[in-house]
Each structure stands twice: as structure tokens, then as C-alpha cells.
């Protein structure tokens, strides 16, 4: 079973910076897409930055310029990179899977979540 364990949020002034990071277990058969989402309470989860399988990036307009998503498909990890932080960019943050479980199967895995909290 595929898995995604999160680490690296906490609490940071604006700002500053903050490294989430996320790594995959469990065996697939290869990634699609990989990268990070956010929540805030009461709002839905928005797409933050990802990565393509085939190289490509999608950065939210609110991050573009200050955050970088980083991934390695074959070590299985994604890491997000956040800087200039700002009190607006505290959520909690999801790592995000889509992945080939068999050459014609697809599935998608959340990871557990991790808190940001950027204070002014």
C-alpha cells in the first residue's frame, strides 16, 4: 500500500522560511504527478505547487516567485521550499500522489497533513 509521510511544518514569522517534505512508500509502478495542497478551516483544499511526470510545474498565483517544489520520482520524494512566507500562507499543508499502481490502473494518496503557522 502506497504511503506518503510528511514532515517540516511548525511555526515561522513572515517572512522567513520554511521545507516541508514528503516521502513515498509502498511500491507503484511509476508517478504521474506529485506535490503540495493546502486547507485552510472551512474552505477547500487548493492546489499549491507539483510536479509533472513529465517535468512540468504548476505554481498557485498566491505562491509563484517565493515558493519551489522540488521532486525526485525516482528517490520518491517532493520537497516544498517555502520562502518569504506570509501570514496568509498559514494552512495545513497535504503532500499529493497520483501514481500508476499497474500500467493501467491509477490511483491517487493524501499525505497526513502538517501545520504552517506564519505569524506577523
Known amino acids: 500500500q502506497v504511503q506518503l509521510v510528511e514532515s517540516g511544518g511548525g511555526l515561522v514569522q513572515a517572512g522567513g522560511s520554511l521545507r516541508l517534505s514528503c516521502t513515498v512508500s509502498?511500491?507503484?509502478?511509476?508517478?504521474?504527478?506529485m506535490g503540495w495542497y493546502r486547507q485552510i478551516p472551512g474552505a477547500q483544499r487548493d492546489r499549491v505547487a507539483t510536479i509533472g511526470k513529465d517535468a512540468s510545474f504548476y505554481y498557485a498565483d498566491s505562491v509563484n516567485g517565493r515558493f519551489t517544489v522540488y521532486g525526485d520520482m525516482a528517490k520518491k520524494t517532493t520537497y516544498l521550499q517555502m520562502d518569504s512566507v506570509k501570514p496568509e500562507d498559514t494552512a495545513v499543508y497535504y503532500c499529493?500522489?497520483?501514481?500508476?499502481?499497474?500500467?493501467?490502473?491509477?490511483?491517487?494518496?493524501w499525505g497526513q497533513g502538517t501545520q504552517v503557522t506564519v505569524s506577523s
Open positions: 509502498g511500491t507503484l509502478e511509476s508517478i504521474n504527478t
Open positions: 499529493y500522489l497520483s501514481y500508476m499502481e499497474t500500467s493501467w490502473r491509477g490511483r491517487e494518496v
